[in-house]
């Protein structure tokens, strides 16, 4: 228990000291594969509107293994395919054996040789936020193990949730400040195009009575010539 405190505080630690989503779901997974005996993990972030799960960070303790095994970054799955429905109610998916699962997962799993598998939600404000999924090659996961990342998923959650904030935030951010340059540069030009208007109709001004006066003296000189 106290080397499960202390793995825990070293995590939440060191995700707290990061701003970037890609960093902080990298660190959880590494940490997860060196002191958990964690083979393959991967975080799925849940999008609300179309009922997916995509795969947002992925690692493989034996990278050889990622041909057999059929998932990438970046993959989009339908929620009930993957067989994590029930994430959505905060409630946990365990694999023991996934060779007798039939969902999408545990079968891409069980291909690649992984036999167990442990699926927690990632909730914020009661919400499925996303997954936190891993999976060993031949034991299954205790009772102990399965209460520990539990309880990093909150901080898991609460983390990551804040670093897609700010990403969203500077995003924002830069797109006001493209905004605001674009606008800037078309002042200049604004400008230039309100003075090259006034010097036009001051040289209109300018040229109205010759225009007329030399229209006057075409139609005399119509009139002696006739």
């Known amino acids: 228990q106290f080397t499960r405190t202390k793995l825990l505080n070293h995590i939440t630690?060191?995700?707290?000291?990061?701003?970037?989503?890609?960093?902080?779901?990298?660190?959880?997974l590494r940490q997860l594969e060196d002191h958990l005996a964690v083979d393959l993990g991967l975080v799925c972030l849940f999008v609300r509107t179309e009922e997916t799960l995509n795969i947002a960070a992925l690692r493989?303790?034996?990278?050889?293994?990622?041909?057999?095994?059929?998932?990438?970054?970046?993959?989009v799955m339908?929620?009930?395919?993957t067989g994590l429905r029930v994430c959505k109610h905060?409630?946990?998916?365990?694999?023991?054996?996934?060779?007798?699962?039939?969902?999408?997962?545990s079968e891409r799993f069980a291909a690649a040789g992984f036999r167990s598998a442990a699926a927690?939600?990632?909730?914020?404000?009661?919400?499925?936020?996303?997954?936190?999924?891993?999976?060993?090659?031949?034991?299954?996961?205790?009772?102990?193990?399965?209460?520990?990342?539990h309880t990093l998923s909150e901080h898991v959650a609460l983390a990551a949730h804040q670093a897609q904030l700010h990403a969203e935030l500077e995003k924002a951010?830069?797109?006001?400040?493209q905004t605001?340059?674009?606008v800037m540069q078309q002042e200049?030009?604004?400008?230039?195009?309100?003075?090259?208007?006034?010097?036009?109709?001051?040289?209109?001004?300018?040229?109205?009575?010759?225009?007329?006066?030399?229209d006057l003296l075409l139609r005399g000189e119509a009139v002696v010539v006739a």
């Open 13 to 28: 630690h060191a995700i707290s000291e990061r701003q970037d989503l890609e960093s902080v779901l990298y660190v959880v």
């Open 90 to 105: 905060g409630e946990a998916v365990l694999t023991p054996d996934t060779y007798k699962s039939p969902a999408l997962l």
């Open 180 to 182: 605001q340059q674009t």
């Open 120 to 149: 927690i939600p990632l909730l914020v404000d009661g919400k499925l936020f996303g997954t936190l999924v891993v999976s060993r090659l031949v034991e299954a996961f205790t009772p102990s193990e399965c209460e520990f990342l």
């Open 188 to 214: 200049p030009l604004r400008a230039l195009g309100q003075m090259a208007s006034g010097i036009a109709r001051d040289v209109n001004s300018a040229l109205s009575p010759i225009v007329g006066f030399a």
């Open 60 to 75: 493989l303790k034996n990278p050889l293994l990622a041909g057999k095994l059929d998932l990438r970054e970046g993959m």
């Open 78 to 81: 339908s929620l009930d395919q």
């Open 173 to 177: 951010y830069n797109d006001l400040r």
